[in-house]
């Protein structure tokens, strides 16, 4: 880790700026420079282009180009493969006639004859624009379309609409659904075994703070498509250090009137209806969207536990039931003006108000080396949180010169929310009366970013940027008694604290890309300076931490000489920063004998991260792998320690634990990703995906070893299309034991079955789902763990929700709106899951 004092951590930012403002006036004056012209001498020539879909006018990248010889045995004379802007040069190339032939999946492929001459011996094609295929076989229709998963130099972009695995659902169950990610039944998100990622929404971050949340508000019928960016470049914030996952919302682009409205009903009182318009008339384009989701979702647990304490046996076994009600109103308004073909402005707001109700109850068995208690209670978790984020963009073009962009963002969040938790002992306890813990959170957050695309000739790039983000987080955290002599509750002060936290952020960044025949190079640099401060009232006080850091990113891409292959290699150093529930030290209570408690000498973790990619094309077929190795050093690793104090105090053979965070030695992850996509007949596609990895993490405690495992996901997706209208999919996931730092995760899977019907000449789409076909999905967690004062303690938790829900839904279109071709979003179950 590279630190500096504040002062001089702003003098490294603005040198890293000056630089890049300089780097950027001598590409700008480079441009101006006028290539001398080629004598009819020259031996060799260069053929160049831009291959375009005709239809959208969007660049066809990783396209194979190859030129052949006109005449005689058709040899192969030079290939190569389309840059993210569509672009393709084939240099080195002798006088004579050549065919070029172009082929991308989904696209007819283009044919064209070229001669060079001793005078003319540079061509340039200008925009080749591609025709997508579309094949009458026996009255079915097979649309040419984007591949289910697209890959370019430093992400994988997945096409939500080729999935039917959503609708009804969040942008969490689409997740579930997605290469290299995983979602558990809490709804944390991971990739390949870590949950250190960055979440993006139109390239915009979630807040850390509120980050599960705003993906439970986001429908899964508002996206069009999710990035996955394992090994992220400089451009990209360095938190997150397993990757980012940047989830793009659908815009329309036709004129005038369209929309969709739908409705989904679930088994056992699931209802989503939501309706999305826009109005596009010349320069103004106006949408707004509008989603309900009114759901109840049932659960069952039980809870083992056991320690030994002054060499005396606790152990606790406990059994509950509890239903889930959430009430979630997402709204989205905003326009688009076109200033001038070259310079466009973007408005939205985006306002949401989820309430929740949990309610359930517990049986607890509790034994000591004396004697059994059993006590009953009730409990009830009540949220209500209000979220709205707004924010304007700045897009600028040039005509004159492709592929130069100057963007800028500005974006504001505010967040009001209040969860209450409470629990009665209804029988069992000599005290019956009821406690509630009242957490009121008050979140204000804004932040810029501009970033800056030049293009030198058709082989290089330049880019820079800055960032700053700054967030305001004050709150309350106050625990309440039921009186002894009535219902009155009664704040108990040396309980309850407010905090405040501050944490402000300035990252820059800059980024030069080049191709040398085959080959193609990035390197980056970034910047980036953190200062976090904040205090609790009533806890530890006041701390305050500042850094800087420096994250430099390469990748190398080789075009194999088939035209049909590439190999890339990748490396980027990242971190992840501690949040602030992980900093502050005040209790959190999940139930009477369970809290968690933030730490303020908690620090960042750092990651270096390598991959080595393969990607194949075999005719309709694609094969990619990738082997990856991720060393993480002062890793924060999340761990369960027993509350002595607090149990010898409960006493009646009660074990209370606490759940917090430290910085533990290093962990290190090495593994493999393969997904492959074939259609098997002109009905059916096959999609499988997996990845295996080997995670070691260093001992939490002297007392401990450390701990390797071998883990892994699976995911197999059958598509079939029996009729021309009709659309059927069935999918598999599969996720392996995994490995946590005081224990294990068990294996869990799941068989989903959908179709969609299109009807009305393609206005209107019904939908038929069943999630988890089988009723298996369910979390099963186990800890065992000894702490330095050699307290044992082993748990057991299990957690069944109501994960086979069946979901009918239709759709309406409106104006030029109709259903995808394809399969796209269907109902998702709404405990959690996973995908892979």
């Known amino acids: 880790m590279t630190s500096f004092p504040?002062?001089?951590a702003l003098r490294c930012l603005g040198l890293l700026?000056?630089?890049?403002l300089c780097l950027s006036s001598l590409e700008l004056r480079a441009q101006n420079v006028v290539p001398t012209k080629a004598t009819a001498s020259t031996a060799t020539g260069s053929v160049s282009g831009t291959l375009l879909d005709e239809k959208t006018g969007q660049p066809l990248s990783f396209a194979s180009v190859v030129l052949l010889q006109a005449h005689g045995d058709s040899s192969f004379v030079a290939g190569a493969q389309t840059a993210d802007n569509g672009a393709f040069e084939l240099a080195k190339v002798v006088a004579g006639q050549y065919l070029l032939k172009a082929t991308v999946l989904g696209y007819k492929p283009l044919r064209q004859f070229v001669t060079l001459t001793g005078s003319a011996p540079a061509v340039r094609l200008g925009a080749l624009k591609l025709t997508p295929t579309a094949t009458q076989l026996a009255g079915v229709t097979v649309q040419g379309e984007r591949a289910t998963v697209e890959e370019s130099l430093d992400k994988k972009v997945i096409n939500v609409e080729k999935d039917l695995s959503s609708v009804g659902g969040t942008a969490v169950n689409v997740l579930q659904n997605v290469p290299s990610v995983a979602v558990s039944p809490d709804g944390t998100v991971s990739m390949r075994g870590s949950s250190n990622i960055t979440i993006l929404i139109d390239g915009k971050p979630t807040n850390t703070a509120t980050g599960g949340n705003r993906l439970e508000q986001i429908p899964a019928s508002s996206i069009e498509k999710v990035e996955v960016v394992t090994n992220p470049s400089a451009r990209y914030d360095a938190a997150g250090g397993a990757g980012v996952i940047n989830i793009i919302l659908k815009k329309q682009?036709?004129?005038?009137?369209?929309?969709?409205?739908?409705?989904n009903l679930g088994t056992r009182d699931k209802y989503n209806p939501s309706i999305s318009l826009n109005r596009r008339a010349g320069k103004m384009n106006w949408f707004a969207s509008y989603d309900l989701r009114d759901d109840r979702y049932r659960s069952r647990m039980n809870t083992q536990q056991t320690t030994i304490l002054e060499g005396q046996?606790?152990?606790?076994?406990?059994?509950?039931?509890?239903?889930?009600h959430n009430v979630n109103h997402s709204a989205r308004l905003g326009f688009d003006y076109t200033i001038s073909p070259k310079q466009s402005l973007t408005l939205t707001v985006e306002p949401n108000r989820n309430k929740g109700l949990n309610t359930g109850t517990q049986l607890a068995t509790l034994t000591d080396a004396t004697d059994t208690n059993r006590i009953s209670s009730t409990f009830g978790v009540t949220e209500d949180i209000m979220n709205t984020e707004a924010s304007v963009d700045y897009r600028h073009t040039w005509e004159a010169h492709k592929g130069r962009e100057w963007?800028?963002?500005?974006a504001y969040n505010n967040l009001l929310a209040d969860v209450v938790i409470g629990q009665r002992n209804t029988e069992g306890s000599a005290d019956l009366r009821e406690w509630k813990q009242d957490l009121d959170v008050t979140l204000n957050a804004a932040s810029y970013q501009t970033d800056y695309v030049h293009p030198l000739g058709e082989k290089s790039r330049f880019e820079g940027g800055l960032k700053g983000q700054l967030m305001r987080n004050d709150g309350t955290d106050d625990f309440l008694r039921q009186a002894v002599d009535g219902p009155t509750m009664e704040r108990i002060a040396d309980r309850s604290y407010t905090y405040q936290f501050r944490e402000y952020t300035q990252a820059g960044y800059a980024t030069a890309q080049?191709?040398?025949?085959?080959?193609?190079?990035?390197g980056g640099l970034r910047a980036e300076y953190t200062n976090t401060s904040g205090q609790v009232e009533g806890g530890t006080g006041k701390f305050r931490l500042s850094y800087l850091n420096l994250f430099p990113s390469a990748t190398v891409v080789r075009t194999l000489p088939t035209a049909d292959q590439r190999v890339q290699l990748s490396y980027s150093r990242r971190l992840n920063r501690p949040g602030f529930m992980q900093l502050l030290a005040f209790p959190l209570y999940q139930d009477q004998r369970t809290y968690r408690i933030g730490d303020p000498t908690l620090r960042p973790e750092y990651?270096?991260?390598?991959?080595?990619?393969h990607q194949v094309t075999l005719g309709k077929a694609s094969l990619n792998s990738t082997v990856f190795y991720r060393q993480t050093t002062n890793a924060i690793q999340r761990l369960v320690r027993v509350d002595t104090t607090a149990t010898r105090l409960y006493g009646n053979g009660a074990v209370i634990t606490a759940t917090y965070a430290d910085n533990f030695g290093q962990a290190t992850s090495l593994g493999a990703e393969l997904s492959y996509n074939q259609p098997l007949t002109t009905w059916w596609r096959l999609t499988a995906s997996g990845s295996l990895f080997q995670s070691s993490v260093t001992a939490a405690t002297g007392n401990e070893s450390s701990r390797r495992t071998v883990?892994?996901?699976?995911?197999?997706m059958n598509s079939f299309t029996p009729t021309p209208k009709l659309d059927v999919q069935v999918t598999g996931n599969y996720r392996a034991a995994a490995l946590t730092t005081q224990g294990r995760l068990a294996p869990v899977g799941s068989v989903d079955v959908a179709l969609r019907q299109r009807l009305f000449n393609d206005r209107g789409a019904l939908t038929l789902r069943v999630s988890d076909l089988f009723n298996t999905q369910r979390n099963l967690t186990e800890v065992y763990t000894t702490d330095a004062t050699g307290t044992n303690f082993r748990a057991r938790y299990y957690n069944k929700w109501e994960s086979r829900v069946g979901y009918l839904g239709f759709s309406w279109y409106l104006g030029s709106n109709k259903p995808p071709k394809k399969i796209e979003n269907q109902p998702q179950g709404g405990g959690g899951g996973f995908g892979g």
């Open 514 to 522: 080049h191709e040398i025949g085959k080959w193609r190079m990035q």
């Open 607 to 613: 990651i270096n991260a390598f991959e080595l990619g």
């Open 711 to 716: 883990s892994g996901t699976a995911r197999l």
């Open 253 to 263: 682009k036709k004129d005038g009137w369209n929309g969709q409205a739908t409705l």
């Open 407 to 410: 963007t800028v963002n500005a």
């Open 6 to 8: 504040s002062n001089q």
């Open 17 to 20: 700026t000056a630089s890049t």
């Open 313 to 324: 046996e606790l152990r606790i076994v406990q059994d509950g039931t509890n239903q889930r």
